[in-house]
């Protein structure tokens, strides 16, 4: 764990009461819970990833591996017509549709038999894709994340906020967000604005970075502590929006999705650096270790 003390002084800030450190005991009574034995997929939700584009096959590849470990019922993978083989072979378990365009997403999706939706990782940015998504928040009423592409499209429409349901979460890194919402002369300017943006539009932030940030509309700040910096390697992102796109379609709400999932985002992290190291670490190596620390962080039967 990274001393927050020292990440507040190196930013030249001081401790509010408003801000809050993600740890297991902050988030116990959001941890996974014993299934029943009678459960079935249903219960645990479907959900829908609108991700790839032609040479990026690899983003959407790991967002849906990683959705799979986090526990959803069932996931549908839309993407380009030429990515079908790909997906169909590299993760089995996922369910896929297609686009009518062989190599971007470029015609709207209707979102209305999904839990939770995601969209974003490696999209690509042509013009009908923007269009595209535009559609998609217009119409969509389920639980919304945007990452990547997504918030790169979203950063040229005039006034997106106003497309912004409430029960959506952003996943920025530093320069999503400077596209997104223009440069700030500090990072405690960047925090105040996120934390105001949350309160005015309900929208949950995840702004990552060595301490992610998860911005919520009660205009709290939880910062994140675990992790590496091993995971600052191409993928982690996906893996991150796989990861909340797994518990967003169990039925936990935007903040409990934002706060669990960057905390067991950056503890795989950890476990994989036990193994790895941090210079060898990779995407994958997340996924690989995410079932393990989901064991070690649910909560135990009575």
């Not at 950056?266 to 064991?295: M, P, Q």
């Amino acid at each position: 764990m990274k001393d927050f003390n020292v990440f507040l002084k190196t930013n030249g800030m001081e401790y509010r009461p408003f801000y809050h450190i993600l740890t297991k005991e902050s988030l116990d009574n959001k941890l996974f819970s014993p299934r029943d034995e009678f459960a079935h997929k249903d219960t645990f939700g479907h959900a829908l990833l609108v991700a790839g584009s032609y040479g990026k096959a690899g983003a959407c590849v790991l967002s849906a591996r990683a959705a799979l470990r986090s526990g959803l019922g069932l996931l549908t993978v839309h993407i380009p017509k030429s990515l079908y083989n790909i997906l169909q072979i590299s993760v089995p378990e996922a369910m896929v549709t297609t686009d009518d365009n062989e190599n971007f997403f470029s015609e709207n999706v209707n979102t209305e038999n999904y839990s939770a939706v995601a969209i974003g990782c490696g999209l690509g940015t042509d013009n009908q894709t923007k269009q595209a998504l535009c559609q998609l928040l217009q119409a969509n009423t389920k639980p919304l994340i945007i990452d990547a592409d997504g918030l790169n499209l979203l950063a040229q429409i005039p006034d997106f906020a106003s497309l912004l349901k409430e029960d959506t979460v952003l996943t920025p890194h530093p320069k999503e967000f400077e596209r997104l919402f223009g440069k700030f002369a500090s990072y405690e300017e960047k925090i105040n604005f996120i934390r105001s943006f949350s309160m005015q539009t309900g929208v949950t932030i995840v702004l990552k970075g060595g301490i992610t940030a998860v911005s919520v509309k009660t205009g709290e700040i939880f910062f994140n502590t675990a992790g590496n910096a091993g995971m600052a390697t191409a993928g982690s992102g996906d893996v991150l929006t796989g990861i909340l796109l797994g518990i967003l379609s169990q039925g936990y709400t935007t903040e409990e999705t934002a706060k669990l999932g960057v905390y067991l985002h950056a503890l795989a992290g950890d476990k994989a650096k036990e193994k790895t190291g941090e210079v060898s670490l990779t995407a994958s190596d997340i996924i690989s270790n995410l079932s393990e620390v989901i064991v070690q962080n649910s909560q135990s039967v009575e």
